[in-house]
């Protein structure tokens, strides 16, 4: 027989995933409460009119389409079935796909409940999302973004306070992480000041190179691309801008002083340095000019987060947008956003070994059972410990010790309980300590202070 399998880009998660991915999913949900926003989900499907025509030509052939349940040939002539041209088999035989990302979906659900909804709309979703993308390491066909947007409000404040959530989120998992921040009205702004307002997308990629191939090579590049000589000596003191973000800040002042959309931008930036200043970050903020994140889509703060201490791709990024829900009919809808990125926060917290003991909630005490007199003893006495919030189990059957020793080792559960006649009479629990070997006789109210007040 066939050995099962799990179709191609999709993974199984383990007990202890499980666990370690929900450590992830609570704490991102925790602090997200703390700012007042609210969870929704979206159904795993949409219409395909929904998601069509969303993200580009390429989007549209990575999204799952779910052929029409019943005959679905029906709406289908003899002359098409022979065809065989898949993108109009795909239009006529489904009308329903699995989401690509949350954004889309939440689009529609914010047009679709306009009616409903507080402005502004502050939202979370923590969900799967699919892509038929081909899979590879770190690259899943199905993988979980955690979003959060604020929808119906142009405040900069907004931006403010998702500083606040990522570097308040990364504090909580310890790992120390650098917030990068951009706008992309000063990368408008640059392109207008050197003449090559086309070439934004070859400028911003060739600076981002400048760390790994030196500032020779990155002019060389601008020049390959077609930018004038005159164009590259203006960007040179940009190309270089160092010192702190206020340093960096006064330097694009007097660069930038002819365009208004550049001005704006660092207007922007300013304002949320200020509010910045009011709080401790445990992160650092930068301002990075390199960053340009979907240059098309965001219109003015842009942000990313690195991991110091781990070699990953950003572990959350985001920014502000205009018009999200322009594509369902409801034009001006300003909103900001970020997505953490679980998947890689759950390698990053892996290989710093970071995740609190506690949070893998695995038993804590688990009682031998010795057989039926004494699982009759156990039941209420099991009760009462768990009544206390202490994850206990009772071995299911009377097997030989070391078997059911065996299954505690393997769980890694710390405690083992032993109620034997004698303890029965007693009205005592022999409690051993798998780590060090060391028994005890306790009463069940002495049990239950141990694991309490530790």
């Known amino acids: 027989m066939q050995k099962p399998s799990i179709p191609k880009g999709t993974r199984d998660f383990s007990p202890l995933e499980m666990a370690k991915r929900n450590y992830i999913f609570n704490t991102i949900r925790e602090v997200y409460h703390l700012y007042g926003y609210q969870q929704i989900e979206t159904p ?16 549209d052939k990575l999204l799952f389409k779910i052929l029409n349940s019943g005959d679905c040939f029906s709406a289908l002539s003899n002359e098409e079935i022979a065809e065989r041209n898949p993108v109009k088999f795909a239009a006529k035989a489904c009308e329903k796909g699995l989401r ?16 409903e909804i507080t402005f502004p709309f502050k939202r979370y979703q923590i969900q799967p999302v699919w892509r038929a993308d081909r899979p590879q390491k ?40 650098c917030i990068k921040m951009n706008n992309r009205k000063i990368l408008t702004g640059i392109a207008e000041i ?62 930038l002083a002819a365009s208004e959309t550049g001005m704006k931008g660092v207007e922007e930036l300013e304002f949320i340095f200020d509010r910045i200043d009011l709080f401790t970050l445990q992160s650092t903020l930068e301002l990075d000019l390199t960053l340009a994140r979907g240059l098309n889509y965001y219109t003015g703060a842009i942000f990313e987060v690195k991991s110091l201490d781990v ?10 947008y205009d ?36 949070s893998l909630l695995t038993t804590q005490l688990m009682f031998v059972n010795f057989g039926e007199a004494e699982e009759i003893h156990l039941l209420p006495i099991l009760n009462q410990i768990r009544q206390a919030g202490i994850r206990t189990e009772l071995y299911p059957e009377a097997n030989k010790m070391k078997k059911q020793m065996g299954y505690a080792d393997t769980k890694n559960i710390p405690y083992v309980a032993l109620v034997g006649e004698n303890e029965m009479k007693e009205n005592k629990i022999n409690l051993k300590n798998m780590l060090t070997g060391e028994q005890q006789l306790v009463s069940v109210t002495e049990l239950i202070d141990l694991f309490t007040q530790a």
Request: glycine share 12%.
């Open 138 to 177: 770190g690259r899943y066909r199905e993988f979980y973004q955690c979003d959060g947007d604020v929808v119906g409000s142009d405040s900069l404040l907004n931006e403010v306070e998702l500083i606040q959530i990522m570097n308040e989120v990364f504090h909580k998992f310890d790992i120390r992480v």
């Open 100 to 115: 690509y990302d949350l954004t889309v979906p939440f689009a529609r659900y914010v047009v679709q409940h306009r009616n």
């Open 323 to 358: 018009n999200l829900t322009g594509v369902f009919g409801l034009s001006g809808v300003s909103g900001v956003g970020i997505s953490f990125g679980a998947d890689r926060i759950f390698d990053v917290l892996n290989q710093l070994e970071l995740y609190p003991t506690d």
């Open 44 to 59: 795993a499907m949409e219409n395909l009119s929904t998601l069509m025509g969303k993200y580009g030509e390429e989007g």
């Open 194 to 255: 050197i003449g090559e307002a086309e070439k934004i997308v070859d400028i911003t990629v060739a600076i981002d190179k400048l760390d790994k191939i030196g500032l020779e090579n990155v002019n060389t590049e601008l020049r390959n691309k077609g930018l004038a000589e005159e164009a590259i000596a203006k960007l040179q003191p940009i190309i270089l801008l160092s010192g702190d973000n206020r340093e960096k800040i006064a330097v694009l002042k007097e660069v």
């Open 311 to 320: 070699q990953i791709g950003s572990i959350t990024g985001g920014g502000r």
